[in-house]
């Protein structure tokens, strides 16, 4: 990043763009306390150079809100996950923005509010990647064990089943796409 910093300049979008990058990884291999910072310097550099209501803005805050999540801070991942809804950008971001909104709210023990964002999650995937998106069958899955979570064991079996036997069936059984949702 340094070497980054020195051609383009601490300011460039592309920075903020290789900082929000480098701290989604971070935050993957578990180093938050790393992550954190890179992201919330990205995100204010971005918000300086573009403007708040830039897509690429709208980028970061849905990779923020994950770090968010990760850390358990679901009420701030649900503020970034919000915010970033509220600008125009790519649909699988705004898809992406509504699966983990829901998943975030299901984490605060607000099931209605889950369901209803996950259904929305379930419906954009299926709109931007058809009916074998694997996403929205991941979503799905998600759907299914918040259901579970309510208290609709039924629902919960029904959409976990039909969901783990579509991934099964796109992406193998052996495959994290499977695995990860559950």
Same mark, same amino acid.
């Given at each position: 990043?340094?070497?980054?910093?020195?051609?383009?300049?601490?300011?460039?979008?592309?920075?903020?763009?290789?900082?929000?990058?480098?701290?989604? =990884? !971070?935050?993957?291999? #578990? $180093?938050?306390? *790393? @992550? +954190?910072?890179?992201?919330?310097? /990205? %995100?204010?550099?971005?918000?300086?150079?573009?403007?708040?209501?830039?897509?690429?803005?709208?980028?970061?805050?849905?990779?923020?809100?994950? =770090? !968010?999540?990760?850390? #358990? $801070?679901?009420? *701030? @991942? +649900?503020?970034?996950?919000?915010? /970033? %809804?509220?600008?125009?950008?790519?649909?699988?971001?705004?898809?992406?923005?509504?699966?983990?909104?829901?998943?975030?709210?299901?984490?605060?023990?607000?099931?209605?509010?889950?369901?209803?964002?996950?259904?929305?999650?379930?419906?954009?995937?299926?709109?931007?990647?058809?009916?074998?998106?694997?996403?929205?069958?991941?979503?799905?899955?998600?759907?299914?064990?918040?259901?579970?979570?309510?208290?609709?064991?039924?629902?919960?079996?029904?959409?976990?089943?039909?969901?783990?036997?579509?991934?099964?069936?796109?992406?193998?059984?052996?495959?994290?796409?499977?695995?990860?949702?559950?």
């Amino acid at each position: 990043l340094p070497l980054l910093a020195r051609a383009l300049g601490e300011q460039h979008p592309e920075l903020s763009i290789a900082r929000r990058d480098l701290a989604g =990884l !971070l935050d993957r291999v #578990g $180093r938050p306390q *790393e @992550a +954190e910072p890179l992201m919330v310097s /990205a %995100l204010a550099a971005q918000r300086k150079v573009l403007g708040d209501r830039h897509w690429q803005v709208g980028e970061t805050l849905f990779s923020y809100g994950i =770090l !968010l999540t990760t850390a #358990g $801070r679901h009420g *701030e @991942a +649900e503020a970034a996950f919000r915010e /970033a %809804l509220t600008i125009d950008g790519p649909a699988m971001v705004h898809a992406h923005c509504r699966r983990y909104l829901g998943n975030s709210l299901a984490e605060q023990g607000r099931f209605d509010e889950a369901i209803d964002s996950l259904q929305a999650a379930v419906m954009d995937y299926r709109r931007i990647g058809g009916p074998d998106s694997v996403e929205g069958w991941r979503a799905a899955a998600n759907l299914g064990y918040t259901h579970l979570r309510r208290g609709d064991p039924e629902l919960a079996e029904r959409e976990l089943r039909a969901a783990v036997a579509r991934l099964d069936e796109l992406a193998g059984s052996e495959s994290y796409q499977v695995r990860l949702p559950l």
